[in-house]
Structure formats: C-alpha cells, structure tokens
C-alpha cells in the first residue's frame, strides 16, 4: 500500500513537470512570432520607448501601408507568389510522375533508372560548379532559374513511389483489361489515389519555394525585376544589422518615416501568415510523409 | 540501350531485339513519362560532377572546360596553405558537432516527454505549434533571433535584468564567442519539434505488449522509458545520426550568412561560406571547387568511419 501511493505521487509530480515543460516550450516558440505581430502594429515611435510584449500599445497599420508602398516588396512578392505556384505544380506532377514509372514492375528501364536517381542522393557538385552550370545553361538573371533547377527531387520521387509500391497493383490491371494506357492509368487512377502523399511534397514543396532566397541572391542579385519578398527581407534584415543603408533609395526614405524595425517586423509577418494558414492543416499527412521517407532510406 | 549487331548471326539477334523494341514501344507512356527527368538530372546532377575538373585547372569562363590550362594539384596546395582555411575549418566542426550533439538529444528527450503525456489535444497543440519554426524561413529565424536578443527591447535581455542575472544588456550578436552557441540554439528552436517527429513515430511503433508485461513485473515508469522506449527507437536514432555525421563539413551556410556580422566572422565563417567568397565573389572558380571537393571526400570519409564504428559495435551496418 505504501509503495503504491508513494508511486502514484511521484508519478504526479513527473506529469506535472511534464507539462510545465511542454508549456515552456510552446511559449519559447511562439513568443518571437507574437512579440513581431505586436510591434509591426504598433506605432513606431512608441515602439522605440521599448518594452513591447504581446499586444501592440498604440495600434496603427501605418508600418503595413509602407511596406506595401515599396517597388522592390511588391515585385518581391509576386515574383515570390508565381514561383510558389508554378513551381509546386512542376514539382509535384513531375515527381508523382516519375515516381509512377519506377513503381511499375514490368518497365523495362526501371532498374537502371532507379539506380540514376539513387545515386543523386550521395553526392553533390558542390557550390561553385552548380553556379558554373547556372551560368553556363544561360539562366542567370531569368526568372527560369527559380523553376527548372527544382523541377525534381529525387526525395519526393522516393516518397511518392513508397505510397505507390503500397497500393494494390491489381487496379492497374484491370483498367488496363479495360484498354486504358500507361498515360491514362497514371492521370486517372494513380494521381487520385495519391492525394494524401501529393499533399505532403506539395507543403514540403511551397514552403522551399516560398522560403527561398539564396537563389535569388547566387543568380539574381543584379536583376531586380527578378527579386523575391525572402531576399527582400534578408537585405533589410541585413543592412540594418550591420547599419549600412537598404539600397532602394525609394524604400529609405520611407524606412527614415517608419523605423527599419517597424518595416522589418511588419515583413516578417507578411512573410509567415501565408506558411501559417497552410501547415496545420496538412499535419496529419506531412508527419505520415516524413515516417515513409524515413523508412525507405 | 540500342544492342549491338555487328558480327553476330542476324536471325537469333533480330528476334531478341524485335522483343526489346516492341516491349519498349509498348510502354512508349512509361518512357515518355520518365526519359524528360533522366535527361533533366544528367544535366543538373551529374553534368556538375564534371566540373570537379575546374579544381585542377586555372579555370577562365570564357573558354570551355576543356581548354584550360592544367595546374595538377596547385588549388588544394594554396588551400592547405592558407591560415584562414584552419580557422574557417575549426569554425565549420565546432558548430557542427554542437548541432550534432544538441539537435539529436533534445530532440530525443522532447519525443519521449511527448510520448508520456496523457491528454491528446495539448498532446496534439504542443507537437503543432512546436513544427511552426521548421516552416519559417531562416531569414525570418535570423531576424527573430536577433530581435530577442537584441539590446534594446530584446526579450532576453530584459528577461535576464529583471531576474537581476545581470545589469547591463549583453551584446550578444557582437560576441564572436557567443556565435557557437547562439547558432547552435537557434537550430533548435527552428528544428526540434520536426526532428522529434520521427523518434514519435518510432515509439509509436513499440508493441504494446512490451509495456504490459513490464507493468506486470512492476516496472514503473521510468524503468519502462529506459528498459522500453529508449531501446525501441535505437535503430532509427542510430541511423539518422550516422547519416547526419556525413554532413559534419557540409553544413551548408545560410544560417552562418543571415546570423553572422562583420564584428563575428572569426566564429561565423564556414566552409561553405569560405567557397562562396572566393568562388563566386572572386571568381575564383577553380580555387572555390577545390573547397567543394575537399567537402565532399571529408563526407564520405566521415560516414564511411560512422559506420564501421558502428559495424564493430553492433554487427550491423547502416549503409
């Protein structure tokens, strides 16, 4: 009897540690992200005085109005939307694709094409003959670069074909006893069927195309009709930093206006909401992607 | 793909390839469907493997690979002679081994704490809001982290002055010391909740029975979590750690670039970082690929030597 309550109380006191602990992790995570909402809607000045927290003191959108006032953000912005879209539809059918014909048994060049693809997986060119190559293909300074470099990923290509290998072959089959072909099985019955799998590599997708900004800085840094809202972010972040001037000379005069604090905090959130509308609905399928890649490698 | 025919009677030759060409005509949709993306990774994958070659060269853009002049091993002798390669190579190691070390225990301990808690949806709310950071872009992190840590306003400075830890507001951005560390915990917040992601998914697959049994022979909870748990997810966590080993030089260097300033450098240099400059911004191609290739030889060493420990220690491989 002893023993049994003295476990029971050493048992409550783990529990309670337990949770105290996962309530400071959960506020160690999100108080940056609230912290930034509040002082990109406070008003600027004030937000000086310091001692912000949570919730903005003098509430203004005067810092959001500026950001959407300037070329480079706006032109950042949309570049970085088209990008995200185009590039997650390229990502996902081509990958699907490519994972379908390396599921199909009977395909002749299967083995030696899986053994193509695999072997991407341990090695890399490295930084500078990938920038060579870049260079070389003549797509520095387009737009192109931010999408036919990404076409593939041999990790998606992977993780679509384990979900593939796992569906029954035997409706392939039968479509085909149908008259159906290889192109009309894989549009028809293949990609339906994988939705939860595409779903997990379209997220993994958008977020590297939406958070992406070394390219734009490798290959676009001279073109600013080419820019991104991420490298955007990183040149103010940067150069107030180190205190040296954002280059626009448009965007100074209103940081001079605002406070490059303000106008940084206020970009941080544009930048995040859209990644926070998105994930959590996806939760259930990207934990499940990330447990079948795992496995396979 | 096309076999050859000279020299071989034609009629047993031309019966097997009338089967290859009509089995390949058959799944004319599977080849039409991959032959676009075998092309595509020749070119972006392997065709950069090719240009390992610059290494060894005095490489010019304006001329083809081919036609360059050859200077055998002289980029890597003027790399092991530089003293900024020492200091950027102690940099690229320290830090990595810290990320190594920190991202895999806590991300361990949090998946096990997880795995302990009774109520599914603060379960459920903790594992979402703690993948949030693995989203945001390290831009973004760069700019949280320096605004925490900033001396005016930054929350943890505040924080410290009000538990009367100190007086004065630290500069931690401008403290080469503090760069390690700094980078090293701001990898964790970004990455703990998805790294532990898999280590739930390990212990979710422990048969249940296990727990049972030990429950009968009045195992409590900490034995089970020891005895059990730990033991269950050792394959996964032992796997993920030898491949993470290969990456010990290739850390890549985003987060060095977006966290570092000039006052740190010293600290906040990598490899990678080190190419870049006098790669891309130099254009010093050839001396730049030679850093990429001593990357990738130390890589592969590093996982090869991971794994034969491991070989030795348990009779088993990874790779």
Not at chain 1, 63 to 77: A, C, S
Not at chain 1, 197 to 213: M, P
Not at chain 2, 223 to 239: A, E, N, Q, S
Request: aromatic residues 14%; positive net charge.
């Amino acid at each position: 009897m002893q023993g049994y309550t003295q476990r029971s109380v050493s048992d409550k006191l783990f529990d309670t540690f337990v949770y105290v602990f996962m309530v400071i992790v959960a506020i160690v995570t999100l108080y940056p992200f609230l912290n930034v909402l509040a002082i990109s809607f406070n008003d600027s000045i004030d937000t000086v005085r310091g001692g912000l927290t949570i919730y903005p003191r003098e509430f203004t959108l005067k810092n959001y109005e500026t950001i959407f006032g300037f070329d480079g953000l706006l032109v950042g912005f949309r570049n970085s939307v088209i990008r995200t879209v185009v590039g997650t539809l390229i990502g996902v059918i081509s990958a699907s694709m490519m994972a379908y014909t390396l599921s199909r048994p009977d395909f002749q060049a299967r083995r030696w094409m899986s053994f193509v693809f695999a072997l991407t997986m341990y090695f890399t060119g490295g930084l500078i003959p990938g920038f060579l190559l870049m260079k070389n293909l003549g797509l520095i300074g387009t737009f192109s670069v931010y999408i036919i470099p990404a076409i593939l990923s041999v990790w998606n290509v992977f993780i679509v074909r384990s979900y593939i290998d796992g569906l029954p072959y035997a409706l392939q089959e039968s479509a085909k006893i149908d008259g159906a072909n290889d192109w009309t099985i894989f549009w028809k019955i293949i990609l339906p069927l994988c939705q939860p799998v595409l779903a997990t590599i379209a997220l993994f997708i958008a977020v590297g195309h939406w958070n992406a900004w070394l390219d734009t800085y490798l290959f676009n840094n001279r073109n600013p009709g080419n820019t991104t809202l991420q490298y955007e972010l990183m040149k103010i972040l940067l150069s107030t930093q180190t205190g040296s001037n954002y280059r626009d000379p448009n965007a100074q005069q209103a940081i001079a206006a605002v406070s490059p604090e303000s106008i940084k905090m206020a970009i941080t959130i544009v930048v995040t909401v859209p990644i926070l509308l998105v994930y959590p609905f996806l939760q259930k399928y990207f934990v499940k992607g990330m447990t079948l890649g795992a496995v396979k490698s | 793909m096309k076999p050859l025919t000279e020299g071989i009677p034609k009629a047993s030759v031309s019966k097997k390839e009338n089967r290859f060409w009509s089995k390949a005509f058959q799944q004319r949709y599977l080849y039409m469907m991959s032959l676009p993306f075998v092309i595509w990774i020749f070119i972006f994958s392997y065709v950069p493997v090719w240009g390992w070659l610059t290494a060894f060269q005095n490489y010019k853009p304006k001329n083809s690979i081919l036609n360059q002049k050859w200077v055998g091993f002289d980029n890597f002798i003027e790399l092991f002679q530089d003293e900024r390669f020492y200091l950027v190579l102690r940099n690229t190691l320290a830090m990595s081994t810290m990320g190594l070390v920190v991202g895999f225990t806590i991300p361990v301990i949090f998946a096990l704490l997880l795995n302990e808690l009774r109520g599914q949806f603060f379960k459920r709310s903790v594992q979402t809001i703690s993948y949030l950071p693995h989203f945001v872009s390290w831009v973004v992190v760069a700019g949280l982290v320096t605004k925490m840590l900033s001396t005016d306003g930054g929350a943890v400075n505040q924080l410290l002055i009000y538990l009367h830890i100190i007086d004065t507001p630290i500069q931690f951005m401008a403290k080469g010391e503090l760069f390690w560390g700094i980078l090293t915990l701001s990898d964790l917040w970004k990455e703990m909740g998805w790294n532990s992601i898999i280590f739930l998914a390990a212990m979710a697959g422990i048969d249940p029975e296990l727990y049972e049994a030990s429950t009968v022979d009045g195992a409590g909870r900490f034995r089970k979590m020891w005895h059990i748990t730990l033991p269950g997810i050792r394959t996964t966590f032992m796997v993920l750690f030898i491949l993470s080993i290969g990456h010990l030089v290739s850390i890549g260097f985003e987060k060095q670039f977006l966290l570092g300033n000039p006052l740190v450098t010293d600290f906040s240099e990598v490899l990678d970082l080190y190419a870049l400059k006098y790669g891309i911004q130099m254009s010093r191609y050839s001396y730049g690929t030679a850093i990429g290739i001593f990357n990738s030889v130390v890589s592969i060493l590093l996982v090869l030597i991971a794994n034969g420990i491991y070989k030795r220690v348990t009779k088993e491989s990874i790779i």
